[in-house]
Structures are given as C-alpha cells and as structure tokens.
C-alpha cells in the first residue's frame, strides 16, 4: 500500500518498454539490433566481474526423493537416502516436544511438521507461519561463534517454541486474531518468551551479555523494539539480554506469567504495558530497571566482569565481528578467518606474511582450517556451487607458493584433521551420516585442479559461477580428473546413525578421535579408536551440564573449552594420572564392552584443570609449542586474536557419566515415500481500490509440503461497482525448473505518461523461471491479454490503446545484494541487473504489435562504513507497428529518472538515462514524537541525473537535474511498519523545483497477506 504526493500520481514503471510515436522499420531495426549487442555485452560483464556480496536468493532445497515418519506428535519429511539418521532425530525432537508441552498444555494435540534437508550449507531454519511449518537443516554446523552453532535440538527448541507461542496468541487458521496479537506485542517480547521456553540460559549466552555489561552496552527498551531490523550480531546480543531479561522476570512472578500475558492479549489487544504489569505484578519501566541494575550487580561481584582485564590483541589479526582460527604458518605468516566482508558469520581465509600486506586467500570458507607444519599448506573447506544450484563443502588446499586448489572432489568435505601416516584426515558429510575420510598427503600438484583464489570455474561454467563467486561443479566428481588406485580417498570412521558429534578433532598419538556429543542439556567428551569399527557407546572423557567446544588432543592430555568460573567459556585440560592408558590399548578392539572397562579404569584417576580466566572467554584456540595458545576472545562485542600462557588455575577430579547410547534406536517407525500433500491456507482480506471506490478481496492458497506446488486464489467485489474480479496463480516445480500459470480478471489501478487512470484487464500469464546461480534468473513466457479503458480520471489526458496485448518475453534478473538491514531502503554493497525482451503478436487475434528491449543496472559501492556511492542506468528501445499507447511507454521525469521533472517530462522510443547517487545513513531523533514513532533507519541521499527519450528522427537531448531525497523507515505506534520517502529536485536548465513524496506500509500489508 503506497500513497503519494498529488504532484506525482504515478511512479514510472520500471520495465518500461513501448513508445507513443510510430516508427520506422530501418533504423529502429538498426538501434534495436544495437542495442540487443549492448545487453549481452552487460550481461557478459555483470558475470565477469561478480558484485562480491552474499545471494539474497534462496536454492530450492527439497529436491530428490522425500520420506515421511511420524511418532508421537513429531511428522517429519526428510531426504530419503538420510533413512539411517532419522530414528535419533525423532527421539530427540520427542524429547523437546514432551519439555515444551509442559508449559503450553492446551497445545498438545497440535502434531509438529518439520522439513529437514541435508546439506551441508549454511544455517537456514525458518518457520512457516502460514501452516505452523518448521524447517531445518541436519547438518550440525561445527566452529560457528554465532546461533548458528545452536544443535539440531537446540534449533527445533527454539523453533517450536516460537510455533507454540504463536498458536497461543491464535492457530494459524484464524489469522486476524494472531497478526493483531503480534502488532500489540514488541518483537523483543516474543523473542525473549521463545529462548526462555526454548533453551537455559548457558555460557554462550552468559559470555555474550557479561560483555555487554562490562562494557556498558546493555540495550534499552527503545533500542529492543528495533530487534528484528538490526543486523545480525546485535540482533543476537540483543537475543541474549532478553532471554536473560525474561528469565529474570519469571522468577520473581508465576511460572506462567509470560503465557498468561499471551492469553489476555488476544482479547485486549494494544494494551501491552497494562497486562504486562498484571501478569508480572510490576511496571514494564520498572520490570527493566530492575533487571539493569541486578546485572550491573552481578558484574560488579564477578571478578572476571568487574576487575580483570582484557589480554591485549594481537596487532593485524582477525579483523572483523566475526572471526577465529588463528594460527601460524611456518615461516610465520599469520592465517585466520574473518567475516570483516560481511555482515553475517560468513568467512574468508585471508594470510599475512612477515614484511607483506595482509592477502585474502580464499573466500566463502568453514571456520575450522589446518596448516601443514612441513609445507605450509593451508587446508580448509570452502563452499562451492554445484550443479543443483547449492552450496557444498569441499575441501581446499592453499599452498605457500602457487594459486589455491580443490583436493577433493567428494562434496561434503571439510575441517582437515591433520595428518596420519601419511594421509591427511578430514571430515565428510553425506546423507545424514559424519565420516571420517583421508587421502595420502601431500598430493601431487598434477592430481589436483587449479581453480584460482576466488573458485573460478571452467569456461563451460564459468560466467554462471562468477555470478555469485561459488564455483559450480557437479556432487561427486567435480572439473579434476578422478585419481586413479591407491589417491582414491578413503573411509576411515564412521560416526552411529544413533550419534552425532558437534565437535571433532584427531588424537594421532593415540590414533583415535576426540569429539563431543550432547544430550538434553549435557556435553559429553569422548573418544573412540580410528583402527576398528566405531564403538555403540563411545569412552566418555568428561561430562558436563553445558556447552563444551574446540577440542584438542596433545599427548595423552585434551584440551577443550567449556563453561569455567562467572558462566564464561574457558579452556581447560583433560589428563589422566595413572597408566590406565598402556592397559587400554591391550582391551579388545572389537568389544563395546572395551570403551566401559576404558570408562572405568580411567575415572578414578582422571583430572580437568581450569587454564585460562579470560573476561571474554576463549571460543576457539591453538596450542603453542612453548605452552602458550593463541585463542579467539570476545571484547566489546567483536572476537579478537590474543596469545595467552598457560596455567593451572584449578583443578578437580573429572566428571564422567556414560553416554546413553541405548537410546538411540527406535523400533516400529512406519516410513512412506513422499506423495504430493496439499494444504490449505487460511483466509486473508485484502482491499484495493477500483473505478467507483474500494474493493473487498479474500486471499488464500493450496500448497504442497515441499513447496512443489501451490494455488493461490484471490476473489475480489467493488463495493460501488459491483463488479466481480478474480486472480488466481499456480505454480508447479520440475526439477529446477518452475513453471506459473496465471490468470486475472479485474480493474487496477495504472498509470500513462504519469496520467492516472483504470483499467479492466483480462489475462492470461505462462511463465517458466530457470536458476543459473543463487543471483541469476532467466524467465520466458507467454502473455494473453485484454485491455480495455475502466475510468480516465483526467478528462484531455492521452491514454492508452485497448485491446488483444498477445505476446511472449524474457526476463533475465540477476541480484547480489549484501545481505543486511535494510536492504531495499538503502542497498550498502552489491548489483542488480535486468535484462527484458517482449514481443507483441498478432498470434490469436493479436492487435498490438511491437518488439522491445529494456536494460537496467544499478552498482552500490560501500566508500567507508557509513557513506554507499550508487550508479543506476536504463537504456531501452522501443519498435512498433501502428499509434499504438501501452502503459508501459518509455518515458522519464516522476520519481525515478529525472526527478527534477514532474510527470513525463520526455516520452518516445528510445530512452537513455543515467544517475549518480552519494548517501549515507543518519540518526535523528524528535522527543516529542519518540512515543509515537520508533525510529529504524533513516538515509540522506544526494543525486544527479541525465537521461533523455527521443522519438525517430531526433538525436538525444539529454535533460539533467540534481537533487536531494530523505527515505526513512520506522515503526507507528511502535509496532507498525512504515516507510517514507521525501525529495526535492531542481533542473539543470532552471524552471521550478519538483518536491515529491511517498509513504509505504507493504510491509505492513504483506504481513496481513
């Protein structure tokens, strides 16, 4: 829902692409051909040279054969070849559902769907609010600083919890109750209530908000509104302090005082403050004073929060929120990996040898890398796009001397685990299972590909790759040459079905695997023997009722880091004092009696000592020859590189407990394939407007589970015009490919040479839209329409022609947008481009004919953190046969080209245009307005423009203006959503200024439809 200023009625449509002149055959047909070169030379460049920002698409991630299961109010669909998996899956969702059910009791015939998928991508779990869907990936994202780093488990919690807390405020089937609930609540709220049910409050959270105590960081409630815009390390710490808000609260009311706030708010909508103050017994104010002051409290008896000091960072290490790994080659060059290019927990490999400039090295990376301490050779897995259009891991090497390369092609492939007789150890994951695979080290440079720093593919994939810098490379066997005999990689472990490790690292002295299980709210450490078949029930190290990370084995000793003293994550050493070690190598290999006659000789005599107490804790470390470790530690908010010693500070007998491992098998599961399920959407209104006044329309949609399929229906009435109108779409997915059928009848709104008026269009729409990449789209299609003239508001005004519009098109969109707040409002980093063909047809009776090509390009270039230098250009052709008017005429001057000009300054058959932009986002804040409007985002923006749109026969006379434009987003009433754009424009040749203006609640509507 847009609204403008009277003085620009109509924005100009982007894809513009006729003209209101008649032309000439030869040399438009001469422009047109000109132009067609110019739009493959741009797009050649656009792939060429890649906008080096992270894919705002999403894959498509349930391709392949599906399954279905369900127990116990869990109904799973899963990737069938991840059968072996799914029983340890389903107990442990069970287990959370039965936790979560005891707090929202009245949910218990609520059945749970989930949709997991199986690659080793990214973190992307997300919940359908439309059928209470959740979503989850299996693969158990290892190193991850951030959420991300949360365990299958954890993430279903917390998911589930959400669902749970949105059912309570209305079931998806009555969704007015529920979306007025969630405009009366602050997002911050809901967050907060979701970890709270979800998830204890454990040392990563503990960490994260003693930092932001320490360092006087800690959010207001005005600042928490604007949660679920900020990007995406202050949205997590935003998440920890209300999560450690809401805890603090429950405890001095009822159990059940946050859901009883749910239940009331139903029926007492927009009354937030008074109900939270009935179901707490206190203020909201005063609820956070409170809160505020017991952690400054807390702070203040921590010795670790209050008194000790940060170590100092090592001076060009780890630039960025995000980042870790540090280490050292050699012949001392520095290595680690850092989000510095992004905004998410993204990494990149960058190295900095002595006396040289710090290099980025590989891009798009997994945290967790290994150097080769005899050549230097920097391993590490990288993500890579694959045939099927997702992300992969696959494991590279970047040598001393020579470009990086990719060392094996078995997708999956990532954290090198070091070496061992002469074969290097790495992990895999495929079809639901973690292996341990290895391949002789080092490899032959012949064996292996070159594929350059940023991946870049072959030339038979090369411009589909570079599009969003991911190589494009098949599953299995990707550009290299397999190898041949004995270079072959091999199995050397393979994890239970019934087990999934978080952590993984290689013991080669006593040739085993350290890893790190969990179960319910308990880590466990264990270890396992790489020589024989992998035990049932692994040997159990330690035990302990939170989080343990990063561990290590030096010796018979393991390092790890785990919750230490004040709920910081510290490093802490496991050994053992006894000689239980040479009589356990004597027990039978095959037994899984062994690993507890292990368990048992070993827990009398084993020991964990506490060696470091660092305020930020250390999340990820590497041992030094010298005793030392260079660590990754959290300070004001960013992770930074320190080197430590190392010291015994405590120490204490460890805690063992056997893992249950019993517990893992499930019998009786009844498994089917997957079958096409639809299901139905509940009712939305939406309301327009038509010739005589307003129209009242419903909106719902048939879709199946996997999203292979959907029909959307949307009847509509005038409540003047009586007139009936109907839209409706299907779409259906075939492999890659997604095919749309769309049909429409009814009056909308439009615009002509900036004249507003209505029109009544029948039509019907088949399109088929491929993927190249993650940011490449190519569409083609078919259009049957039938125009005709509703209601001309301007009597006078040209308007367009009517009749049969029959025509096919093509559209190729390519979008690398950096992913961050705001993005629409003010895109910091990135590309877009849009390339549109069409052809009008006199097939079927068609009256309007004409051939048209259209070009659009924008480039957003970050100058420092705050100031975005943006450049846009539209280059367009027109050729038609007869006076023909279509809507989308070429034209320039409104709000989107020459603004400086009101309306269609300029109208013909080919158009130019041009326009520089320098912006940057400024904080402003009006106290009268502060307890109406919560401000977001606000962007000041300086322009100039040039452009032109000449009919045949005239050569370019290019208009220029120059201007200023405030765009801003905030939320009404502190709950709505809101957008504003405000400009003035002058000509360069004189004349009056433009001002111009627009207000945007799509935010608000889609969140209704």
Known sequence: ????????????????????????????????????????????????????????????????????????????????????????????????RECLLTHFPDQRGFEVVVLLTDHDDRESAGIDATFDLVTLGLYEEMGSLSTRGYSLAERFAIRLAHTLIMRTLGSAHSALRR????????????????????????????????????????????????????????????????????????????????????????????????LFRRAFGISLKEAFRRYREHVQAECARTPECAKAVDPPVLPGWAEGEYAQGGRLRPDGAQVWVSSRRYTQE????????????????????????????????VLTGKFELTARKQRRLFLWEVPKQGRPRRVVDLAGSFQPLGRLDDRLLFLNWTAGTLRVMSLPWPVASSSVGDAGSAGVASSAVGAASLATGLPLIPEREGRHRPRAGETQEREEYRFPAHLQPLEVALDPAGRRLVFVLRDGESSYLCRDRLATPSAPCPQVLFVASDTIRAPQAVGED???????????????????????????????????????????????????????????????????PDGGLVGTTLQNGWFRTVRLPTAELATAPAPVAPFPCDRGQRAGLTVRHYQPEFRSSYWLPKVSRDDQGGVFGVYSYRADRLDRSRLVVSPTFGFKSRNWGYLAEFMRRFDLWRAVLASEDRVVSKSYLSNAYYERIRSLDLSLTYPFDLATTLTIGGNLSHRRIAKMPDKGAPAPTTGRDHSIYGRMEYRAIRTEPFWELFPRHGRR??????????????????????????EYVPLNQAWVLSARAWVAEDDKEGDIRRPEDLNLGGT???????????????LRAFALHLGRPFHIEIPALRSWVQEEIVVAEAFWERGDVRATGRRFDFLEDRGFEVRARGLLLRRIPAAIRVGVAWPSGGGPRHDYWMVDFSSLTGSWQ
Not at 896 to 910: E, I, N, Q
């Open 1 to 96: 829902m847009v609204a403008e200023a009277p003085t620009d009625r109509a924005r100009v449509p982007a894809g513009g692409l006729t003209s209101v002149r008649p032309a000439g055959r030869g040399g438009r047909q001469q422009a047109g051909e000109g132009l067609a070169l110019a739009l493959m030379l741009c797009v050649v460049l656009a792939w060429a040279f890649p906008a080096r920002a992270i894919e705002l698409d999403e894959a498509y991630r349930f391709l392949g054969p599906f399954e279905v299961t369900a127990s116990q109010g869990i109904r799973l669909y899963y990737p069938a070849g991840c059968r072996s998996a799914i029983p340890r899956v389903l107990r442990s969702f069970i287990t959370v």
């Open 179 to 274: 979306r007025i609930g969630l405009l009366s609540i602050p997002p911050w709220y809901l967050e907060g209530l979701a970890l709270y049910y979800g998830l204890p409050l454990d040392v990563r959270h503990t960490t994260r908000l003693l930092d932001l105590a320490r360092h006087g960081r800690l959010f207001s409630l005005d600042e928490l509104d604007t949660i679920q815009s900020r990007r995406a390390r202050v949205r997590e710490e935003m998440s920890y302090q209300v999560h450690s808000m809401l805890a603090f609260w429950h405890r001095g009311a009822a159990p059940d005082a946050g859901l009883r706030l749910l239940h009331q708010i139903r029926g007492r909508p927009g009354q937030f403050a008074d």
């Open 346 to 377: 993204v990494y990149d490999l960058y190295i900095e040898a002595p006396g040289t400039r710090r290099r980025l090295a590989l891009r798009n990376v997994h945290p967790r890398l290994w150097v080769d301490p005899e050549t230097g050779s």
């Open 558 to 624: 393991v390092w790890f880091a785990a919750a230490g003293p004040y709920r910081t994550v510290q490093v802490y050493r496991w050994s053992t004092r006894g000689k239980s070690q040479e009589t356990v190598a004597e027990a039978d290999d095959a037994s899984p009696i062994s690993s507890l006659q292990d368990q048992h000789r070993e827990r009398a005599s084993a020991t964990v000592a506490l060696m470091t107490a660092v305020p930020g804790g250390i999340w990820d470390f590497l041992l030094e």
């Open 833 to 858: 481009l849009t390339a549109w063909w069409r052809k009008g047809l006199d097939l079927l009776d068609g009256q309007l004919k004409y051939d048209s090509m259209s070009l659009r390009y924008e």
């Open 896 to 910: 989107d080209f020459l603004r400086g000009y009101p309306g269609a300054v300029r109208f013909g058959d080919s």
